[in-house]
């Protein structure tokens, strides 16, 4: 409700202290959004808090079925769901590209953040943590010396671990109660790095069916489930060429421009 022509104003240098040198104050301002006249408008609508429970195709035109009983009617049509997501949606209309969607293996994931008094901690973390070979015999995949690695995630005289659970070698353990979790990742850090110390901290997140595996001959599969999408059905995300962030930017990008390139298909018509 306010009149102001920004968003909101950050005191980096307050709350990062190592982003400015000292006797330097820095500031950052955020200006645009959507209550700004200077925003890039989009043609179209925004809906939210509603799901897709069918999508079928006919004549080169697409209707997507809403949870509230509402259709949408679509040139072209983006999936960026998990590809067991995607293949549900699709299983009616089109079963062979939802087999070979549901072909694409997903595991899930824990992470457990232990933070402490660096008093209390002896080990120098002279590096930015390890990862576990896979004939290794331990409980966990990895861990990160989050303090050490991002200094600003963890404040002076403190040191905050991040330690991975589960994936393909040892799923069973996402399922664990969080003080499960947290008594394991503190029995394999004791092992593997000598700490002894109690957390003042610990904290529990999980990603069940989260994380795609690229299993031998995977990108042959993506090319043959690209090869059976019907024109304007576009496919991205995670499941198919690269699962870290920059990827699937990248793949965002490569998505838009074919909807693009659909739309312009479809006014020459």
């Known amino acids: 409700t306010e009149p102001a022509r920004i968003l909101a104003c950050t005191w980096t240098s307050t709350k990062f202290t190592h982003r400015a040198q000292p006797g330097t104050v820095l500031l950052r301002v955020f200006i645009g959004g959507p209550r700004s006249e200077q925003h ?11 799901g897709v429970t069918s999508l079928r195709s006919e004549g080169g035109v697409y209707t997507l079925g809403l949870d509230d009983g509402t259709q949408l009617e679509a040139d072209a049509v983006v999936l960026a769901t998990p590809a067991y997501a995607s293949a549900a ?134 090319d043959e489930i690209e090869a059976l999408c019907p024109p304007g059905l576009i496919l991205t995300g995670s499941a198919y060429r690269g699962v870290g962030l920059p990827d699937c930017i990248h793949q965002g990008q490569l998505a838009a421009q074919r909807v693009i390139e659909r739309r312009a298909e479809s006014t020459a018509q």
């Not at 890039?40 to 509603?50: E, Y």
């Not at 293996?105 to 002279?126: C, I, K, M, Q, W």
């Open 89 to 222: 949606l699709l299983q009616a209309g089109h079963p062979l590209l939802a087999d070979k969607l549901s072909a694409i293996r997903y595991v899930s994931t824990a992470t457990v953040s232990l933070g402490y008094n660096a008093s209390d901690f002896e080990h120098p973390l002279n590096g930015f943590g390890f990862v576990i070979a896979r004939t290794e015999p331990s409980r966990i995949l990895a861990c990160t010396w989050t303090s050490t690695k991002f200094t600003h995630r963890a404040r002076p005289g403190t040191v905050l671990l991040r330690v991975f659970i589960g994936g393909p070698r040892s799923e069973q353990h996402v399922t664990l109660d969080d003080q499960a979790l947290v008594a394991l990742a503190r029995e394999e850090l004791q092992r593997i790095m000598g700490i002894t110390a109690e957390p003042m901290v610990a904290r529990v997140f999980r990603w069940f069916r989260s994380n795609p595996q690229y299993d031998v001959g995977h990108l042959d599969r993506v």
């Open 40 to 50: 890039v408008a989009l043609d179209g609508t925004i809906l939210t808090g509603r």
